[in-house]
């Protein structure tokens, strides 16, 4: 019998240490997918006559790469395309430093159909007649990232472009049910007279959140009745969650005793109920009738006798072995 | 004669950049500052662990010298001094010393009686009535809620909070909170005085009860899952607070429990303390401003304290006889931890020499220390 519980226990660790590694390693997996995911296509300009011209002082259509997030993310590895048959048409290549994309920041991608240029120029180009598909896959050539398709009849050096820099249709809806003054429109992409490559879509002049408290707050009581309210909110609900917790800890404890001691339900609730002051009483009559001590003659300790073993924290497995001279 | 021209030549530039040349009175004033904190911290034991290291530290910013790129002084970039500070900026020193601080707190007078969590919800009045304050005295939103937080008396809370909201007040902000947290025991006796009558101070609390590991344990969990939810920003702060706490209750990570709340919180105390410090420098730091900033954190603490002790008696009308609250344990609503529950427990023990409010007083107080870092999310979430 005790044969087996060994048997069974060597079987188990191997299982726990699988599902922590499986376990670790879906979190270090989501984690790069949530990077890369963060890459948004953010404007293009399909016609290109007297607009921005590449390091070959030419001008060509490009798109324009946004990382929403608060991490620089690295788009190497990554597929840029425009038919979603080939997902896989232009890998962005590995080993340029200039892939990594700061936080909040863009990257322009030259759709110009000369991939020996370098690193940000295509392999395709842009239809100036008819609409345009272009997809960010992710680097396993499968995962959509993000897409858009450009619709026909863009007019020369108007982009066609996110309202704000990495917003998607949920952050747009908020704004407009939420931000009243916003004036952006319903339209999540727009045409922009004024391009704006590799610079932000919108500028911010000013923080929203301040400057709507600087309107519509100015005395601050919409701040102090809101805030306390949620600070209360956040109290009163551990509040109530730790009575709870306290009504079902005493209960237990009542069982308990009432199960060891064999008394009734009263009697096991005077015993419960008994403060620390009480134990501290005993404890120091237990002193002064025994005089017990173990260190000092004024103090009385009482040691917790459960061993809270751990290899780490064991001092033997901290010392070095005494070298072997035979 | 040449070269003694060259002697003396060399002699007045060197002397052009001694401490005598460049010193003005704002730097002979900030010392004089530095030198009443030191001596708050050794004659009157104000928070000496922390009234020291911020006054040493202020000593050091107001060594006046010539600005010639020596990299010298706080502000300037590469400097050790900028270097250590970027724990400040960068608002990494905050949620460690949080981190320590859940490691030393016993959370079981808030866990036996968990009404006294509401205290420290209404002493968070304090902050707000400071930002409305702050914003009749001209300052902007984001910079009246970086000064409100003063209110929260809780020192890596105003850092953080500044540091992230109105970074050019945050010395200001920071030694004011400092400060008023060192003089919580000339702050709030007066009004506690004021707000109670004799037999409101004569209440007896039911003892706590004993609490068990397992809700020991569950506190922090459930504490960090339910605040953070509703204000992810408080996140840094509370996640910290109730990791450390975990560490601490768990049983099984004593090491790791025992460097939170010992060494590694005494190495952060030692870094934030003189940095801060020596981030008051007297061009950057003597202004209006810092002066409005002192006037605002001192009334902070007023409103908080009148809060936490009227809270309790509105409180007590709603509680029977056996259940009442000391209000003399309001004022540790504010967090202070351990100082104003420190003033419960003496105030108290004025009017009747056997009872002892310290640890009833302990709840409203590390749940103060929940609210202030709740509120400073809050803040954060509408104003960042």
Known sequence: MGIDWITLRLRIKPAITTLLLSLLLCTFSSVQAQRTTSLKINEILVINETNFQDDYGVQHPWIEIYNASAGTVNIAGCYLTNDINQPRMYPVPKGDVLTKVKPNQHLLFWADSQPTRGTFHLNFTLDPVGSNFIALFDSDGKTLIDSVTVPAGQVADISYGLVHDGWNAKRLDEELRLNQSYTGGDKLWIPFTQVTPSSNNFILDKNDKVENFRNNDADGVGMTLTAMAVVFAGLISLYLLFKLVGHVAVTLSHRRVMKASGVSKEAAKDITEQSGDIFAAIAMAIYESTELHDVENTVLTIKNTARNYSPWSSKIYTLREMPNKK | ?384
């Open chain 2, 1 to 384: 004669m040449d070269f003694l021209s060259f002697i003396g030549d060399n002699l007045q530039i060197f002397l052009s950049y001694t401490g005598f040349a460049n010193a003005t009175w704002g730097h002979l004033i900030m010392i004089a500052v530095g030198l009443v904190f030191i001596y708050l911290a050794i004659a009157k034991e104000f928070e000496p662990m922390l009234l020291i290291p911020i006054g040493f530290g202020i000593l050091i910013g107001n060594i006046p010298f010539k600005d010639a790129g020596l990299q010298l002084g706080i502000y300037e970039e590469g400097s050790v001094l900028n270097i250590l500070y970027q724990g400040v900026t960068s608002g990494w020193y905050p949620p460690l010393i949080f981190l320590g601080i859940g490691a030393m707190t016993d959370f079981s007078a808030l866990i036996s009686n968990p009404k006294l969590m509401l205290i420290g919800a209404a002493a968070q009045f304090g902050i707000f009535g400071a930002y409305t304050l702050a914003l009749l005295w001209g300052f902007d939103p984001s910079q009246a809620g970086a000064i409100g937080i003063i209110g929260g008396a809780d020192g890596p809370t105003a850092i953080f909070l500044s540091s992230k909201l109105a970074p050019n007040l945050m010395g200001a902000i920071a030694v004011s909170a400092y400060s008023y947290m060192a003089l919580v025991p000339v702050i709030q006796p007066p009004i506690m005085r004021l707000l109670t009558n004799k037999k409101e101070r004569l209440i007896r609390m039911k003892p706590p009860r004993v609490v068990s590991q397992t809700e020991k344990i569950i506190f922090p969990i459930v504490g960090l899952l339910l605040t953070c939810f509703l204000v992810p920003s408080g996140l840094p702060l509370l996640g910290m607070l109730f990791f450390g706490n975990l560490l601490k209750e768990s049983g099984v990570t004593r090491r790791l429990a025992e460097t939170a709340r010992g060494p590694l919180i005494d190495v952060i105390t030692i870094l934030l303390g003189i940095t801060v410090g020596a981030s008051t420098q007297a061009t950057q730091f003597l202004t209006w401003s810092s002066l409005k900033i002192f006037g605002l954190g001192a009334l902070s603490f007023v409103i908080a304290t009148t809060a936490g002790v009227l809270f309790v008696k509105f409180f007590n009308l709603f509680l029977k006889k056996d259940n009442k609250i000391n209000p003399l344990i309001g004022n540790a609503g504010v967090s202070a931890v351990p100082d104003s529950a420190r003033i419960s427990q003496i105030v108290g023990l004025e009017y009747d020499s056997t009872n002892y409010l310290l640890m009833h007083a302990m709840g409203p107080n590390v749940a103060g220390v929940i609210g202030s870092a709740v509120a400073a999310g809050i803040l954060l979430g509408f104003l960042g």
